[in-house]
């Protein structure tokens, strides 16, 4: 799971890849690099691009953001403070009070077989550097798949978990950063439902897609988590995998 602590400067790495989407309208994506930091004052990033032509983001426009250090995720929201165009194209972004903070990897999965049902809560928009005259440019392959119809949620098999996220044998592809709604079904127990979590990988595998996902506990009922975490903890110490 995620927890909220200050932005030390350490993790603010020059060079570190920074995503951007708008709060405030539709939600315009960018990718852009930590130049670096005042801490408790501001952050400097490289203004956006597309096509070699740099994108201004509007002062005082708000934008959820996160970047990957020291192996964590780190996510806060921040205000365009300002822009300028010399001697580079750069942004200059409000300083985070506090951010979240979701480790990678550092917590131990554990092999289960978890039947799971998830339905679209938000499906991503290709973002504004993947179009071009409305459309979109990249490669066939590196587009989103189309999302899953409501009345049809998607089944699948959990077949790893962990306090940050669980990984799901699924028929279907499922686009980065589109956020499910997930219900468990436990053998000889009700199921856990509504943990909402957010798609961070999809990759092929023979008959379907091994698809990686992150809880997002805030948007998640506290029973249903709570339980989800006692399973957790439990699953270590019984002889037998679900």
């Not at 020059?14 to 952050?43: D, F, H, N, Q």
């Not at 165009?85 to 077989?113: G, H, I, Q």
């Not at 249903?224 to 399973?231: G, K």
Request: net charge neutral.
């Amino acid at each position: 799971m995620s927890e909220r602590k200050p932005l030390l400067p350490d993790v603010l790495v020059a060079g570190t890849t920074i995503r951007l989407v708008a709060l405030e309208t539709t939600k315009v994506k960018w990718s852009t690099m930590l130049i670096g930091a005042r801490p408790g004052r501001y952050l400097v990033v490289e203004m956006p691009h597309v096509n070699g032509v740099h994108m201004k983001l509007d002062d005082g426009t708000h934008w959820s953001a996160n970047f990957i250090s020291r192996g964590a995720v780190y996510s806060f929201n921040t205000e365009v403070l300002g822009a300028t165009f010399r001697p580079a194209p750069l942004l200059t972004l409000s300083y985070p009070e506090d951010v979240e903070v979701a480790m990678l990897r550092m917590v131990k999965r554990y092999p289960v077989n978890i039947p799971v049902v998830s339905k679209v809560v938000h499906w991503p928009k290709p973002s504004a550097e993947q179009l071009e005259d409305g459309e979109p440019h990249e490669p066939p392959h590196h587009r989103a798949p189309p999302p899953p119809k409501p009345e049809a949620p998607v089944k699948a098999l959990v077949v790893d978990i962990s306090e940050g996220g669980f990984l799901m044998a699924c028929p279907q592809a499922l686009a980065a950063d589109a956020i499910m709604e997930n219900n468990f079904y436990l053998p000889r127990e009700e199921p856990v439902s509504g943990i909402q979590a957010v798609v961070r990988a999809c990759r092929g595998k023979p008959g379907g897609y091994f698809i990686g996902l992150a809880y997002i506990p805030s948007n998640s009922p506290p029973e249903p988590l709570a339980r989800l975490n006692e399973l957790i903890t439990s699953i270590e110490n019984m002889p037998l995998r679900l």
